[in-house]
């Protein structure tokens, strides 16, 4: 259990370092990792439900409501009705959003890109594939 309670530490010190490296925002326009996640995937998506939004990650549908709200407070997100169905909310990206979501994600992109070039290619290999093999095993589960 020792190794696992370390191994625990270390990712979420990881997840923890990672967001503020890249949270180079003034405080009213501060993100969260999980902000940065969900700003990450509608970017990818275009338009995305909350439900979507949440199932993707890894929260319930009242926080990812919360989330997409404090988002849409900061001008990030916005919400529209669905094209294809009248009924369906989705939220995108704003001008604002996609200018922010672009400068943290080239921000953490960079922290890791270090992060990596310090390990030196074998080693950052050697990390990405074995966190891989976590990724598999857990999500198997």
């Known amino acids: 259990m ?36 969900a ?9 995305a439900t909350i439900s979507q939004l949440g199932d993707n990650i890894g929260v319930s549908s ?12 900061q001008d990030f997100l916005k919400k529209e009705r669905s094209i294809a169905d009248r009924r369906v909310v989705e939220v ?3 001008e604002s959003g996609k200018k922010q979501y672009r400068k943290m994600d080239k921000e953490v992109l960079g922290e ?17 594939r074995i966190n891989k093999k976590i990724l598999d095993k857990l999500s198997t589960k």
């Open 92 to 94: 995108g990206l704003t």
């Open 2 to 37: 020792d190794k696992a309670r370390e191994f625990l530490d270390i990712v979420i010190k990881l997840e923890k370092v990672v967001a503020q490296k890249g949270n180079k925002l003034p405080e009213e326009k501060a993100l969260t990792f999980l902000q940065y996640r």
């Open 62 to 73: 009242s926080s990812a409501t919360q989330i997409v709200e404090r988002l849409i407070e």
């Open 112 to 128: 890791i890109a270090e992060i990596l070039k310090v390990l030196g290619k074998k080693d950052a290999d050697e990390m990405i």
């Open 39 to 47: 700003l990450s995937f509608v970017s990818e998506k275009g338009f």
